[in-house]
């Protein structure tokens, strides 16, 4: 099976800009969990997504937004870039809602903000 | 409110000699808890978890972890580390209904030849 694939791998971007990052699940998982990287905060829970609709969110400005489609594969947005921005974003997917599912991670987008 | 603390953001060790990397969990019910391990460039891997039942919990590459309850922790080993064990390892908490993961910051794993 393949696993969650990330696009892009890598992303440079401008202060002010947005940007859309994407992430297709394991064939079959219907939740998907984005996550923020960074060396000071660590991994930081942004949003979850089951069954197209979002199940929960972390406590991050509304700049960050995502969603999820019927095929269960996730974009998420982040509109008005800053440079405290500049993270991994990791999108986990698994078979189910919450945590007593084990949650797959994908390599993760690289976003830098200039 | 769920919390991790891990302790030591940096662990050396030599090669073949044990591996202790310790986590404290804070939750009000009973506790998920996870190590994953991410080497460079990659995501994360899930090494073992913990939901109930026996509380010593076996892993993947040699490591096991065990579920302390009056001790609230959840300390990762591994009896001989190997070179291939130079990572970055996150203990992770959860539980049940709609609350997610919350990570620790991490413990870097250096191995010295």
């Known amino acids: 099976k393949a696993g969650v694939t990330q696009t892009p791998r890598y992303l440079i971007k401008t202060r002010g800009q947005q940007v859309t990052l994407s992430c297709s699940p394991i064939?079959?998982?219907?939740?998907v969990s984005w996550y923020q990287q960074t060396p000071g905060q660590g991994l930081q829970f942004l949003f979850e997504y089951f069954s197209e609709t979002q199940r929960n969110k972390g406590n991050f400005p509304g700049r960050f937004s995502g969603r999820q489609f019927s095929n269960s594969r996730s974009e998420m947005n982040v509109s008005t870039l800053e440079l405290g921005d500049s993270a991994l974003y990791l999108c986990?997917?698994?078979?189910?809602?919450?945590?007593?599912?084990?949650?797959?991670f994908g390599p993760g987008t690289r976003l830098t903000v200039t | 409110a769920q919390s991790v603390t891990q302790l030591g953001s940096h662990v050396s060790v030599s090669e073949g000699a044990l591996v202790l990397l310790r986590c404290n969990y804070s939750?009000?019910?009973?506790?998920?808890l996870f190590w994953y391990v991410q080497y460079p460039n990659q995501g994360l891997q899930l090494l073992l978890k913990y939901t109930t039942g026996a509380t010593l919990v076996k892993g993947i590459n040699g490591f096991e972890a065990e579920f302390k309850k009056s001790e609230t922790s959840f300390h990762l080993t591994k009896p001989s580390a190997h070179m291939s064990d130079a990572a970055e390892y996150f203990c992770a908490v959860g539980r049940s209904g709609n609350t997610p993961l919350v990570f620790g910051k991490g413990t870097r794993l250096s191995v010295i030849a």
């Open positions: 939750s009000s019910v009973p506790p998920y």
């Open positions: 986990a997917s698994s078979l189910g809602q919450g945590t007593s599912y084990e949650q797959y």
């Open positions: 064939s079959g998982h219907r939740s």
